[in-house]
């Protein structure tokens, strides 16, 4: 059984910086996709990383040149370093997986993922 669980998240003021980490388990998918999600308080649901077994990333454009995505194959784990944060960053940031790479990108949108984790709370103050 796949979990994710983030960490990480907090509150922070315009510019600042935050890193989340997600600990994976029972993630047995030799090609795979995961990635970060995240959930504006309008109940918006935005992917904002992906990244595949082999390394290749895609980032939403609203956060591209802020946000960097990672993951580190020996502790099955997946990090997304977010600096020059802004107030429109604030919401809730899930940690997302698949069984197959298939395409793997953000244009593909939050529902191409099958798991989440309960995921982590963001809050950018102006």
């Known amino acids: 059984q796949v979990h994710l669980a983030e960490s990480g998240g907090g509150s922070v003021q315009t510019g600042g910086s935050l890193r989340l980490s997600c600990a994976t388990s029972?993630?047995?998918?030799?090609?795979?996709?995961m990635g970060w999600v995240r959930q504006g308080a309008g109940n918006e649901r935005e992917a904002v990383a992906a990244i595949d077994f082999d390394g290749r990333i895609t980032y939403a454009d609203t956060v591209k040149g802020r946000f960097t995505i990672s993951q580190d194959k020996n502790t099955a784990s997946l990090d997304l370093q977010m600096n020059s944060l802004k107030p429109e960053d604030t919401g809730m940031y899930y940690c997302?997986?698949?069984?197959?790479?298939?395409?793997?990108?953000?244009?593909?949108?939050?529902?191409?993922?099958?798991?989440w984790g309960q995921g982590t709370q963001v809050t950018v103050s102006s």
């Open positions: 997302v997986g698949t069984r197959s790479a298939m395409r793997c990108a953000v244009a593909r949108g939050p529902d191409y993922y099958d798991f």
């Open positions: 029972g993630y047995t998918y030799d090609r795979y996709c």
